[in-house]
């Protein structure tokens, strides 16, 4: 099975202040990690997804950045956060039977 | 590429009735379906896929869905609503065109169990 770590759980930030939001993975070496948000009412929008150490894939334009520094570590990044950014973020691992496994989440409140 | 639709933001049923979310899917090649749940503050939590085995795929909690390729529809169902059920619950397709697996997520229909 796929264990997911996410944190913070919760953050509240001042807008222009950087993020990081950090995920790691158990199980299988080098898996697909994606990074997605969920804003209210507009479901889950895939915001980034790396194949391998290094590998990242933007979906979106945006404010934010991802970077994956070891096999099992997945990172979400920003410089200067947005009001627009807010919203619950999920990181999630490929697993077996090419199914999708999502940590608890990371709420973030811009202020 | 591949995406889903899930009809119905909001569904409210009595407790004890059939459950119905709908979804329909537009895809180029045989998909991977899934649906997850999510309890408030929590992630996602599978309730079961579609993998082009049975058309009729049973998941956890009693729900079960079928995979009509010819309505392009792959529809939750359970035949009897617990309160427990309240949740909101995502319809995905998995996108294989890219080369690499990307998960596409429906908007999500909030489900609300009435006493």
């Known amino acids: 099975s796929q264990t997911i770590h996410q944190w913070p759980a919760t953050l509240v930030q001042p807008v222009g202040s950087p993020l990081s939001l950090e995920c790691t993975v158990e199980g299988t070496s080098n898996p697909n990690l994606y990074w997605y948000r969920q804003a209210a009412g507009r479901g889950l929008q895939l915001l980034f997804y790396?194949?391998?150490?290094?590998?990242i894939s933007s979906e979106v334009p945006q404010n934010l950045s991802a970077s994956r520094p070891q096999d099992r570590q997945f990172i979400l990044s920003s410089k200067k956060l947005l009001l627009s950014d807010s919203g619950f973020y999920l990181c999630a691992q490929r697993g077996s039977g090419n199914t999708i496994y999502f940590g608890e989440g990371s709420w973030l409140t811009v202020v | 590429a591949q995406s889903v639709t899930q009809l119905g933001s909001h569904v409210s049923v009595s407790e004890g009735a059939l459950v119905l979310l709908r979804c329909n899917y537009s895809?180029?090649?045989?998909?991977?379906l899934f649906w997850y749940v999510q309890y408030p503050n929590q992630g996602l939590q599978l309730l079961l896929k579609y993998t082009s085995a049975a058309t009729l795929v049973k998941g956890i909690n009693g729900f079960e869905a079928e995979f009509k390729k010819s309505e392009t529809s792959f529809h939750l169902t359970k035949p009897s609503a617990h309160m427990s059920d309240a949740a909101e619950y995502f319809c995905?397709?998995?996108?294989?065109?890219?080369?690499?697996?990307?998960?596409?997520f429906g908007t999500g229909t909030r489900l609300k169990v009435l006493a």
């Open positions: 790396s194949v391998g150490i290094g590998q």
């Open positions: 995905a397709v998995s996108d294989r065109s890219s080369g690499t697996y990307k998960y596409i």
């Open positions: 895809s180029s090649v045989p998909p991977y």
